[in-house]
């Protein structure tokens, strides 16, 4: 009898490890939809009740905001749109002071992105209710909606910018990820119908930003550039490391644009726009390393700290609309973190010290231009 109770037990013993074994390794299979699931807000975006708008009239409101008085290292502008640093969880849309996303933001996403403008000029770079990671990972209405609620964030930033400070400067328009696809709005809407704003223009970039083609051809009010010492035109990329076809499928597939108003919709075929970052240029031809001006990992350093730049680390080049490149030399430029933090822009630039150089020529080419004359009825410059 108790051979045979020693023998049930380890029945029950081997049973109760299979069982646990089964659920660990399907928590492992689906461990992303969990993860997806986690950060869903779980209500409808129609009946969501959003944070507070940001006023822009207080420096808090703003990630980046040079002193008052200072005159800027360059004598352009720079409107900088960041990426998303906000998983998501209770809220579609940020609040625009939230914690971690602000830590993130100062951490990881303004050393790496918007740092390479700093020569540039000064940078403007408002916080946003910014639509939350979540609704990157799903093609729902809710999630078009709250990225298109995002949008009147930048929109008003924006005009505060230009009434109160920018004051007849050359602008450099940036946008990242999130931050690109409301800057290529924001470029259609505000900039692009005014003559006297696109006069000033020096550059827009939207990194890591996937926007069709062919809104960008030659005969566009601001078309994609056709060589590195040309003004007022776009410079826009999404890349990925050749070979990643998985990345391809998501980039063709499940990225949104703008449909020519307010409304998000994908790719639907159509090519996206790729200016090499390497070339400052719309050209398909393979861009060697040797060509690579300097590539950073600035996370966790200081905002006025200079990266050291690591050159010659990656080749790139546009094929099929998407900037595919080969895979870095130096560890740090690889990806690291959690599922989320991989879900984000990388926390590195592999052409920090190329978009620096890129930027200055533009500013340098819109100066030999044309003199720049101030917008009529702009105020007196205010910086900060």
Known sequence: MADRFKGFKRWIFAGAVLFLALV???????RYDILRTTLDPKIPFQTYDPPPAPNYANPGAWAL????????????????????????GRDWNAPYDQPKAARDLARVMLPNYAAPFARVGRIFAPHYRQASLYTFLTLRDDARDARRFAYDDVRDAFRHYLTHDNGGRPIVLVGV???????????????????????RLAGVYLIETVVPADAFGPGAVVPACARRDEAGCVVAWASLTDGDFQRVQELNNRSLVWNGGDELVTLDGRTPLCVNPLLGARDETRAPARA????????????????????????AQCEDGLLHTGRPRSPSLRDSGSWTDRRKVDGFNLFWADIEADALARVAALKKRTDQTPIPGTPPQKAG
């Open 24 to 30: 660990l390794a399907a928590a492992f299979y689906w």
């Open 65 to 88: 905001l040079p002193p008052h008085g200072a005159a800027g290292r360059g004598s352009a502008d720079v409107f900088f749109v960041h990426p998303t640093s906000y998983d998501g």
């Open 177 to 199: 990820e999130q931050g690109g696809i409301l800057a290529d709005r924001l470029l259609k809407e505000e900039i692009a119908p005014n003559a006297a704003l696109r006069s």
């Open 292 to 315: 690579n001006l300097g590539a950073v990992n600035a996370t966790g350093l200081e905002w006025d700290s200079r990266p050291a730049l690591l050159k010659r680390q990656v080749w």
